[in-house]
């Protein structure tokens, strides 16, 4: 079965710092890759996407992640975080064939300190 | 503004009872979906329909049951079989759930309903 994998499950930054967050995921063909974002209090929102073509693509607040096809990998990346970015953070993988299903990985609470 | 609009945000059953949640849409999408969050699990598939009369069960569908009778609506209900249904609920939507077309795979989510079970 398909699985998308967030290694770091918590993790706690001071402003400034850089951040990378891992994603694997484990199916072999086309997939389209995602990050969503989940704000306290508010809703899940895109936070950037890769469907093909250059393989480090950017989202909203500076954000980045890079894609690597031959590790599977999909991580997300900003080189000075705020504390504005504490949030839950949601790598997801859709698969391009006749499932079209969204897989979500387990997420991952950043939590920046001022 | 369009979006979509989730009832009721807090919800409380017993057990044995059905309970239906409530989600709406006025983005004129044709997929939605309905995940389940819970904590360090991410969020899984529970239902998901890519147009009108018609849907197909996720991961986590057993105890669930959902209809789409209408573009805009796609109500989910947790049955008593449901073992475990206390958790926070997602409804989503997209512009499809098929397709290369970059809008197709963009999910618009909902602020979800928590349903605690007593």
């Known amino acids: 079965a398909q699985s998308v994998s967030q290694h770091n499950h918590h993790v706690i930054l001071s402003e400034a710092a850089s951040l990378e967050l891992g994603c694997n995921y484990s199916y072999g063909g086309t997939v389209n890759l995602f990050w969503y974002v989940q704000y306290p209090g508010q809703h899940l929102q895109l936070l950037l996407k890769?469907?093909?073509?250059?393989?480090l693509v950017k989202g909203i607040k500076g954000f980045e992640a890079e894609f690597i096809k031959s590790k599977f990998s999909f991580n997300l990346r900003k080189p000075s975080v705020q504390w504005s970015d504490t949030a839950e953070y949601f790598c997801?993988?859709?698969?391009?064939?006749?499932?079209?299903?969204?897989?979500f990985g387990s997420g991952t609470r950043l939590l920046v300190r001022p | 503004d369009g979006g979509i609009t989730q009832s009721p945000k807090y919800l409380f059953r017993k057990e044995g009872q059905n309970v239906t949640l409530s989600c709406e849409q006025n983005?004129?999408?044709?997929?939605m979906y309905w995940y389940r969050q819970d904590p360090g699990q991410g969020l899984r598939l529970i239902y998901y329909s890519q147009i009108v009369n018609d849907f197909q069960k996720g991961d986590i569908a057993e105890g669930y049951s959902v209809s789409r009778e209408k573009k805009e609506s796609f109500p989910l209900t947790v049955t008593s079989a449901q073992k475990n249904p206390t958790a926070f609920y997602l409804c989503?939507?997209?512009?499809?759930?098929?397709?290369?077309?970059?809008?197709?795979?963009?999910?618009?989510f909902g602020a979800g309903s928590r349903l605690t079970v007593l």
């Open positions: 890769y469907f093909s073509g250059d393989p």
């Open positions: 989503a939507s997209s512009l499809g759930a098929s397709g290369f077309d970059s809008g197709a795979n963009v999910l618009t």
């Open positions: 983005l004129n999408h044709d997929a």
């Open positions: 997801a993988v859709r698969r391009m064939d006749s499932s079209y299903k969204l897989i």
